[in-house]
């Protein structure tokens, strides 16, 4: 008689949790060709936007589980990406339903991590297509328990007055940066009324590290204006969260978390504006330059300017509690002056040097 293996650290109790899928169980007959046949096949992770920053360190953290991706992929360079991290590519975007339909349906945990909104003109067009795409992954896994975990930001939740951390229950901005609330809001609304296990990940504003994201682009934007900005006096404080700890976060989720919760993924509420634009300004040789919040809208837009100098706090005391999870990675100010973010600015002094 053969029997089931569930690796070290697996459960029984969700068949998401294990991240190999049990082999058949032979009753009484001894072992058939298809126990014979079947070895044990790893748990599949569906994943958008895993070509992506963070969904390519998801990828490789979820591959050194013992998971095995497919990854959604619009054109071939990420089609190589993917293929040269071990995940497998799946031609596809957003809009094409079928595919998200299939790959949902043959996975065992999705992630949702493309974002059609930030850089589309029309923000609603952009979550209009997040929507029917949340709607075609979450009718194929209604009534299973394979969790769908959907991207939100630390952002959606307005400051604590007292300029105490906030909670994912925390009130609403009411004049938010962005709608990305919405988006959020409709997945998790898929938990709410038809139990489907949506969970929901509020990433910080800053996730760092591997030289990459937010702080890369910073940087290329100083460098080319001979200047770090800074908006205001820089004294508000930001979340922050390095893009390991955030990978670790999702596939934690994936197999702990219950259908509608919502997690904050911030691993640091104390960095202030200032002490980020110093840091990139000393890596930089650049001087800082401060700019009334009117004069830096004028100059770089709202979206860039709000960001600058929003004031965001978010506990993680949820997953630390609740998913046992703990970042591990340097802080956002040391990997920018000694770390990950050293590379960017040789790169940048090449260029000059090029330049020249
Ligand atoms: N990085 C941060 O600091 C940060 C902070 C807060 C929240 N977030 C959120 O975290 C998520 C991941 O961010 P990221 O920094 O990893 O983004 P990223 O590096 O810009 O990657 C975006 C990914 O989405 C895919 N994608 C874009 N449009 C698509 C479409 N129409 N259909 C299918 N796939 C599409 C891209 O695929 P291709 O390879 O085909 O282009 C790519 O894989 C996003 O939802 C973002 O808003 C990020």
Redesign the pocket.
Same mark, same amino acid.
């Given at each position: 008689m053969t029997t089931t293996r569930t690796p070290k650290g697996c459960s029984n109790n969700r068949v998401n949790v294990c991240p190999i899928r049990r082999s058949y169980v032979s009753k009484n007959y001894g072992p058939s060709i298809t126990d014979i046949m079947a070895q044990p096949t790893k748990s599949r992770i569906f994943m958008?936007?895993? $070509? @992506?920053?963070?969904?390519s360190v998801i990828t490789e953290h979820a591959i050194a589980h013992g998971y095995e991706v497919h990854g959604? $992929?619009? *054109?071939e360079a $990420?089609d190589e990406k993917l293929r040269s991290l071990g995940a497998v590519p799946v031609r596809g975007?957003?809009?094409a339903l079928d595919v998200l339909r299939h790959e949902s349906a043959n996975a065992e945990i999705i992630i949702h991590?493309?974002?059609?909104m930030?850089r589309n003109p029309d923000y609603h067009a952009g979550l209009r *297509?997040d929507a029917a795409a949340v709607d075609a992954i979450c009718e194929t896994i209604q009534g299973t328990d394979k969790p769908l975990l959907v991207?939100s @930001?630390s952002l959606v939740v307005e400051a604590d007055p007292n300029g105490e951390e906030t909670t994912e229950t925390s009130p609403l901005q009411k004049k938010p940066v962005n709608d990305r609330f919405k988006a959020e809001d409709h997945a998790i609304n898929w938990a709410r009324e038809k139990g489907v296990r949506v969970i929901a990940i509020r990433?910080?504003?800053?996730?760092y590290g591997r030289g990459g $994201? @937010?702080i890369r682009l910073f940087m290329q934007m100083h460098a080319r204006n001979g200047e770090v900005t800074c908006v205001e006096d820089g004294s508000t404080r930001t979340s922050t969260v390095h893009v390991d700890d955030a990978a670790r976060m999702y596939i934690l989720a994936a197999e702990k978390a219950s259908a509608g919760e919502v997690y904050n993924c911030t691993s640091s509420t104390d960095v202030t504006a200032l002490q980020l634009a110093e840091a990139m300004g000393s890596i930089l040789a650049l001087p800082v330059k401060f700019f009334k919040f009117d004069e830096a809208v004028a100059k770089f837009g709202p979206f860039f300017s709000k960001f600058l100098c929003a004031v965001n706090r978010a506990s993680s005391a949820k997953a630390f509690q609740r998913l046992g999870w703990q970042p591990r990675e340097p802080g956002i100010i040391d990997d920018i002056k000694s770390g990950s973010y050293l590379a960017v600015t040789e790169k940048l002094r090449g260029k000059q040097v090029s330049n020249t």
């Open positions: 958008t936007g895993a $070509s @992506g920053y963070l969904g959604l $992929s619009r *054109i $990420s975007d957003l809009q991590l493309a974002d059609v930030t *297509i991207t @930001g990433l910080a504003p800053y996730v $994201s @937010g």
